[in-house]
């Protein structure tokens, strides 16, 4: 799936530096560089804090909502519906490898021409 989305094979092998760079392909853009941010900040306390049980629930759970949207943006760049994020979500060993060695491929969904208008 890295391979798919332009970028080599190994950054999957290494646990927060592969979870950085697919948050920063598929959310992308300067606007989202504080989503970046929050992501890695919660995801490297809730390792480091797992020690307290009242932090750590808070933490897991923010995490669990940041993995949810940056599924559901890993979905769109694939052309998928929001329904198939659901299915990363729950039955992630199916559909992360019909994402990787299926037939889908990233769509660029800056290109819409729906989208290119002028404002009067």
Known sequence: MYAKLGMPGWYSLIPVFSDYKLCERVRGGEENKTFLMAYLIVLICSWVLCWA????????????????????DLAHTFGKESAYTIGLVLLGIVFWPMLGFGESEPVDLEDDSDTDYEVL
């Open 53 to 72: 049980p009242a932090v750590n629930w808070i933490l897991i759970i923010a995490q669990f909502v940041m993995n949810i949207i940056v599924l559901n």
